[in-house]
């Protein structure tokens, strides 16, 4: 007997058609959608240039351009005039302090001080006349006040001897009052001699200070007059180098006129321009760097010159370790001046699609879809490098860094 076998409802060959045909109607729907959706722009990939977003140490400076100088330059003066008779080094010499540079003539100066030390030499020696006619005064009322005394020793004891012949009546009384008169007279001449002698003291005491004050006067202007001469022979104040040395045997000088320029070569500052738009954020003691060939020099700011010219104002740098030996004076260099701490952050490489976005968006790049798509982001601080990225991106994103000038504001572009 024939049994009816009941037909399947589904088969797998039509569960698998049904399969694909929902897989094919679900791509054409979301080729719609994501069509329907973006505007979409294919571009070569030779036409675009890819960053990464990295994480790492960032800092704000801007870069300036300095000019090597001398840490300290003494501008040689003429102290006296007179004609180059030598010329003892050249131009660009390295000098020692105490090093001879030209010898001058001047037949006046040296004539004015030979008259003046034979006036002093003059002076001297009529001082010297005048002390010694004061000591002779003095000693002659010396000798007088003794011979005064001896004259009333004898006279009191020739009174008292007298003075009984008298009432004796051996002597007239006449002449035991002259011998008295005389008595008394020398007494008050032995008080004017004590007046007198006081007064020559305090005379001569006040003419030798005088005298004193005078001869140390003329000493000393005589030894201006000899430093007079010797500034005739123009020598090395410090050490360094000499500069804008160009004068020659026979030129004359006029007192006061510059020489030349000593610049000293043990230390070197560099002098900057800054942009005015960073005054309020360059201090005293802010460090910038140099980079020489494979070492990094630290350069501290030490002046800041307040007044701005033609929107930019100066500012003096030294060395913060010894200057490199091989810097030269005029040299030019670069320097990266800080204007933060460095701190760690996510950052991306600067590039012209700031031009076109004002950092508010960028195209962030999908490798394995070969897709840019936009993305909003918000950078913070930037230096020359870089900018800091504060929200949108993660690091390792690949992102579109070049001009956004040609894809009309797309919100998605193929990459070919």
């Known amino acids: 007997m024939d049994r009816k076998i009941a037909k399947k409802k589904y088969s797998w060959q039509k569960m698998v058609g049904y399969s694909v045909g929902l897989t094919g109607m679900a791509f054409l729907f979301y080729s719609i959608i994501t069509t329907s959706n973006y505007e979409r722009l294919n571009v070569a990939a030779n036409r675009i ?4 977003v990295q994480y790492g140490l960032f800092q704000e400076f801007i870069p300036i351009t300095g000019i090597v100088q001398p840490i300290k330059t ?14 003892f080094v050249e131009d660009g010499s390295a000098l020692v302090p105490g090093q001879k540079i030209l010898q001058l003539s001047n037949p006046d100066l040296q004539m004015s001080y030979l008259n003046q030390e034979a006036q002093t030499l003059a002076q001297i020696n009529t001082l010297r006349n005048t002390s010694i006619l004061m000591e002779q005064q003095r000693l002659r009322l010396q000798e007088q006040a003794l011979e005064v005394i001896y004259r009333i020793d ?51 005491a006040m003419q030798k200070d005088q005298m004193a004050s005078s001869l140390k006067l003329m000493q000393e202007n005589l030894i201006i007059a000899k430093s007079g001469l010797k500034n005739l022979v123009v020598k090395a104040p410090i050490a360094g180098q000499l500069s804008s040395f160009e004068l020659a045997v026979g030129e004359l000088l006029q007192k006061g006129e510059n020489i030349a320029q000593i610049d000293a070569t043990n230390n070197f500052k560099v002098t900057a321009q800054i942009d005015e738009y960073y005054l309020r954020r360059i201090f005293i003691g802010q460090q910038g760097s140099w980079k020489n060939g494979d070492k990094v020099h630290t350069l501290t700011i030490r002046k800041i010159y307040p007044e701005v ?55 962030w790049y999908d490798a394995a879809r070969k897709i840019a798509i936009k993305k909003e982001i918000k950078i913070g601080r930037q230096n020359p490098l870089n900018y800091e990225i504060l929200q949108g991106l993660k690091a390792g994103d690949l992102v579109i860094t070049s001009s956004y000038e040609a894809f009309e504001d797309m919100d998605q572009l193929k990459i070919n």
């Open 49 to 52: 240039l890819l960053d990464t």
């Open 74 to 87: 003494v501008f040689l003066d003429a102290v006296e005039g007179g004609s180059i008779e030598k010329i």
């Open 154 to 204: 004898q006279l009191e004891k020739s009174l008292a001897r007298n003075k009984s012949l008298l009432q004796d009546q051996v002597i007239a009384r006449i002449e035991y009052e002259q011998i008295e008169d005389e008595y008394e007279h020398l007494l008050r001449r032995k008080k004017l001699l004590a007046t007198t002698i006081t007064k020559d003291s305090l005379f001569q």
């Open 309 to 363: 010219k033609q929107g930019s104002f100066q500012v003096d740098l030294v060395f913060q370790d010894t200057a490199p030996e091989l810097i030269k004076r005029g040299q030019s260099i670069s320097i990266r001046m800080a204007l933060s701490n460095e701190i760690k952050t996510l950052q991306l490489a600067k590039g012209n699609f700031y031009q076109a976005t004002g950092g508010n968006w960028i195209y």
